[in-house]
């Protein structure tokens, strides 16, 4: 005699919309409904509960890792390309609902670069939609030092966030990349693509403050001579994007360009400039040029502009005027009779 398995289903309907009451499920039975592709089922307080689905509660609700020992195991695995949604914080804000994290392993899809060259482990995707007036976040880390009142200053530093990339192959690999793309012609409003805030209370009376730190050594962490091409390379990519100014300074930036540190045993460059390259000044950033100093290619010599000369006048009117050490020292500018 052949004794066959046997088969039960679920309570379910096929109603869209339909949630079961109290009267149609007993206590802990399962109740589906198809059309939606929700679970139901009911507690002992008579309640009829979702238990999963789309629109379902909170995965917290169900699925906790308190006393949670990795060895191994995985906490919450998803496939390749799906996507762990993020409960919004506020939730009478809107504008937060399109935040999900996801790993993008598909070489075709868009993302921070050209379609088809895109690989990333961990990616966070935010779309803003609700117009705001304030600062939004996509990514934010904050960490607060602040010890314990009495307690003995720490000598270690601490960092709040530290990317670490190694390089043991011979490849291109970028340590941080910030990419940001201005897909308006004619923006109106200005856009950063990378900002480093520096907040300060009081003087500085000990140089211990610094604002942007770059640290050049050796790989090994050894004393020797090796060589880093470019400390800082700034790059406008001709016919495409053009770079107004490289360095702008603002407000109260204290000296410009220091350079008093530079080892002089190696006869070490301070500016090193091409031929027909100049050095102009101006009395304010509204104002035009008013002179400028280079050297010129075509005459291999150097090119003063914006020195005021007065053809056909007495001859005072037409002088460079040097002070060295609190002296003046007048030099005519007679007219060259060769062309230049």
């Given at each position: 005699?052949?004794?066959?398995?046997?088969?039960?289903?679920?309570r379910r309907t096929s109603t869209p919309g339909k949630v079961f009451t109290s009267t149609e499920l007993l206590e802990a039975e399962l109740g589906v409904n198809t059309a939606d592709r929700k679970l139901?089922?009911?507690?002992?307080?008579?309640?009829?509960?979702?238990?999963?689905?789309?629109?379902?509660?909170?995965?917290?609700?169900?699925?906790?890792?308190?006393?949670?020992d990795g060895a191994g195991?995985?906490?919450?695995?998803?496939k390749d390309g799906g996507r762990l949604w993020v409960k919004k914080d506020n939730a009478a804000v809107n504008d937060f609902a399109d935040v999900w994290i996801t790993r993008d392993i598909k070489t075709t899809t868009p993302g921070l670069g050209?379609?088809?060259?895109?690989s990333s482990t961990m990616r966070i995707d935010h779309a803003i939609r609700k117009p705001i007036d304030s600062f939004e976040w996509a990514f934010v880390v904050n960490m607060l030092y602040q010890p314990d009142a009495g307690a003995?200053?720490?000598?270690?530093?601490h960092c709040a966030v530290y990317p670490r990339v190694e390089k043991r192959g011979d490849g291109r690999v970028w340590c941080v990349c910030s990419e940001y793309r201005d897909f308006t012609s004619n923006p109106t409003t200005g856009s950063v693509n990378m900002e480093v805030g520096c907040g300060a209370t009081g003087p500085d009376p000990n140089n211990q403050r610094i604002g942007i730190h770059l640290v050049i050594g050796s790989a090994n962490d050894t004393a020797g001579t090796n060589i880093v091409s470019d400390g800082i390379a700034i790059f406008a990519q001709p016919g495409y994007a053009q770079s107004k100014r490289h360095i702008r300074l603002q407000g109260q930036a204290g000296v410009g360009v220091d350079m008093r540190e530079l080892d002089t045993v190696y006869s070490d460059i301070g500016v090193a400039m091409a031929t027909n390259q100049f050095i102009k000044w101006s009395d304010t950033q509204s104002t035009p040029w008013r002179g400028s100093i280079g050297f010129s290619?075509?005459?291999?010599?150097?090119?003063?502009?914006?020195?005021?000369?007065?053809q056909g006048l007495v001859t005072?009117?037409?002088?460079?005027?040097l002070e060295i050490n609190g002296v003046r020292y007048d030099i005519n500018c007679g007219l060259s009779t060769t062309s230049p």
């Amino acid at each position: 005699m052949v004794t066959k398995a046997t088969r039960f289903q679920n309570r379910r309907t096929s109603t869209p919309g339909k949630v079961f009451t109290s009267t149609e499920l007993l206590e802990a039975e399962l109740g589906v409904n198809t059309a939606d592709r929700k679970l139901y089922s009911k507690d002992a307080a008579g309640t009829v509960f979702q238990v999963a689905g789309q629109g379902g509660r909170n995965p917290g609700d169900y699925l906790q890792f308190e006393n949670f020992d990795g060895a191994g195991l995985q906490g919450v695995a998803i496939k390749d390309g799906g996507r762990l949604w993020v409960k919004k914080d506020n939730a009478a804000v809107n504008d937060f609902a399109d935040v999900w994290i996801t790993r993008d392993i598909k070489t075709t899809t868009p993302g921070l670069g050209t379609a088809g060259q895109v690989s990333s482990t961990m990616r966070i995707d935010h779309a803003i939609r609700k117009p705001i007036d304030s600062f939004e976040w996509a990514f934010v880390v904050n960490m607060l030092y602040q010890p314990d009142a009495g307690a003995a200053a720490r000598a270690g530093e601490h960092c709040a966030v530290y990317p670490r990339v190694e390089k043991r192959g011979d490849g291109r690999v970028w340590c941080v990349c910030s990419e940001y793309r201005d897909f308006t012609s004619n923006p109106t409003t200005g856009s950063v693509n990378m900002e480093v805030g520096c907040g300060a209370t009081g003087p500085d009376p000990n140089n211990q403050r610094i604002g942007i730190h770059l640290v050049i050594g050796s790989a090994n962490d050894t004393a020797g001579t090796n060589i880093v091409s470019d400390g800082i390379a700034i790059f406008a990519q001709p016919g495409y994007a053009q770079s107004k100014r490289h360095i702008r300074l603002q407000g109260q930036a204290g000296v410009g360009v220091d350079m008093r540190e530079l080892d002089t045993v190696y006869s070490d460059i301070g500016v090193a400039m091409a031929t027909n390259q100049f050095i102009k000044w101006s009395d304010t950033q509204s104002t035009p040029w008013r002179g400028s100093i280079g050297f010129s290619g075509i005459n291999k010599t150097m090119a003063l502009g914006g020195v005021p000369v007065n053809q056909g006048l007495v001859t005072e009117d037409r002088r460079l005027t040097l002070e060295i050490n609190g002296v003046r020292y007048d030099i005519n500018c007679g007219l060259s009779t060769t062309s230049p």
